[in-house]
C-alpha cells in the first residue's frame, strides 16, 4: 500500500525551509512519504524583476553556480540532520513555472506545503503569487507557513480542505 503523499515547495528562502520542517514533522507524526519540489526556469540576459531586487531565486541561486538539484539537495540534507528520525525525502527538481508543478505535484498528494515569502503587492503584481495559486486551485489541502514563523509555532497553520 502507497503511503499518503505531502508535497513541499521549496526555493529556499527563510519560509520555505520551514515549511520543509514543518512536513517532516508531519510526515513523522501521520507515516506520509515527503517529496521537496523546486521548480527554476532558465533566465534570459536582461530579467526586469532582478533590477528591481526582487528575483525570485536570488536566495537560492546568488551567482547561478549550482545546479537547483544540487541546491535542493544540499537544503534537504540540511534540514533533515536538524530532525532526528526524520523520514527520507523524495527531491525533484522541475524546469519551469513554480504554480505549474505545486499544481500538477498536488494531484497524487495527500497534502501540499507551501511558504509564503513576505513581498509586497508590487513584487506580486510582477511575479505573481504562487502560494495564491495553490490555494487557489491545488487538487488537495494546503497549508501555509506564513513569513517570520518558525516550526515550534507552525503547528498552528489551519489546513484548507478543498
Not at 22 to 45: C, D, F, I, P, Y
Not at 47 to 70: D, M, N
Amino acid at each position: 500500500m502507497d503511503l499518503p503523499l505531502i508535497v513541499v515547495g521549496v526555493d529556499g528562502s527563510p519560509a520555505s525551509r520551514t515549511a520543509l520542517r514543518w512536513a517532516l514533522n508531519e510526515a513523522k507524526r501521520s507515516g506520509a512519504a515527503v517529496e521537496a519540489t523546486m521548480a527554476w526556469q532558465h533566465e534570459s540576459e536582461f530579467v526586469p524583476a532582478v533590477s528591481l531586487g526582487v528575483h525570485p531565486y536570488a536566495e537560492v541561486l546568488p551567482q547561478q553556480h549550482h545546479h537547483p538539484a544540487r541546491v535542493l539537495h544540499d537544503l534537504v540534507t540540511e534540514i533533515r540532520a536538524e530532525l532526528p528520525d526524520a523520514p527520507e525525502i523524495a527531491e525533484v527538481t522541475i524546469t519551469g513555472d513554480a504554480s505549474t508543478a505545486l499544481l500538477r505535484a498536488s494531484r497524487q498528494a495527500a497534502l501540499l506545503v507551501v511558504g509564503r515569502h513576505a513581498h509586497g503587492p508590487l513584487t506580486e503584481a510582477l511575479l505573481g503569487s504562487v502560494t495564491t495559486d495553490c490555494i487557489r486551485h491545488a487538487a488537495c489541502p494546503v497549508v501555509v507557513i506564513p513569513p517570520g514563523v518558525t516550526t515550534r509555532s507552525a503547528d498552528a497553520v489551519r489546513v484548507a480542505a478543498r
